[in-house]
Each structure stands twice: as C-alpha cells, then as structure tokens.
C-alpha cells in the first residue's frame, strides 16, 4: 500500500506541476488600447478614406489628391504604434504604399487606378483589423465613441 500511495503522490505532483508549467507558458494578450490619441488616428483614417470616396464618386482628382495625402501623414505619424508585431507594422506600410499611389493615380487623373488602389486598401484595412481583434487582442471595443474629426490640412 506505502507503494501505490507514493505513486499517488508523485502523479498529484506531476499533475500540479504540468499545471503550473502549462498556466506560466499560457502566453496573456496585450492590454486593449485605451488610448484617446489611438483612437483619433483611427477615427482621421476612416475621415481620409471617406474624402477619397468623395472625390472618387464625384470625379474630383483634387479630393482624392488631399485624402490619401492625409493618409500618409496619418501613417507616418509617430504615435501610430506597431507594439513590436511585424504583421501591424507590414499593413500599416502597405496602407502607406496605397496612399501614395493614390495621390499619383490623382495627379495623372487615372480614376480607374484610383478606384482600384483604394479597393486594395480597404482590403488591407479588414485584414489589419482581423489581425489586431483576433490574434493581438487589442480591439477590445469595436465602437469608438468619438467623433470623426478629419485631421488639419496645411497646404504648404
């Protein structure tokens, strides 16, 4: 019996143990971006994309021009984190990519390329937020409550 009770033992002992490795190696998500700055980089991204979708609908090459300019401004900013993913900081310069070429598909008034361009970057914008809810886990609220503010335009 003395036996099968230290067997007992070493078993609850292994089991604990396994435990304790298996809670210490449970990798916890980052905390969810509270951040009022973050969020009205988002919300000025959403506002540059819906004046590209204006001067796409509406033909104006100028329109399309200012919005994907303010979109990389946007993307550039230094305050836009990528908090060390390589897949973030992948699509966030994909976007920049984008929005340069939409400001060139403005400039030789190519609104099919326009269109196109800003197609696949709305692509890249699903896939970034799938990637930021679904494996990051920063995208604890899906609905910001602040308001759409379109970032400054200087025009120098």
């Not at 971006?33 to 090459?61: E, H, T």
């Not at 899906?142 to 970032?151: A, D, E, F, G, L």
Request: glycine share 6%; charged share 25%.
């Amino acid at each position: 019996m003395t036996a099968l009770r230290q067997w007992t033992w070493i078993a609850c002992g292994v089991l604990v143990a396994a435990g304790v490795v298996y809670a210490a190696g449970d990798r916890q998500p980052p905390a969810p971006i509270g951040n009022k700055q973050q969020a009205a980089l988002m919300l000025a991204k959403i506002a540059s994309s819906q004046r590209i979708v204006d001067g796409l609908v509406c033909k104006d090459f100028d329109e399309i021009g200012r919005g994907a300019a303010e979109l990389v401004r946007i993307c550039d900013a230094t305050q836009w984190s990528a908090r060390g993913d390589k897949v973030y900081v992948h699509y966030r310069d994909e976007l920049r990519r984008q929005a340069q070429k939409m400001s060139k598909m403005a400039k030789e008034k190519n609104l099919d390329g326009a269109a196109f361009t800003y197609m696949h970057s709305l692509t890249t914008c699903i896939g970034c937020h799938e990637h930021c809810r679904d494996v990051l886990h920063i995208s604890a609220d899906q609905r910001p409550k602040y308001k759409i503010v379109p970032i400054p335009v200087n025009e120098e």
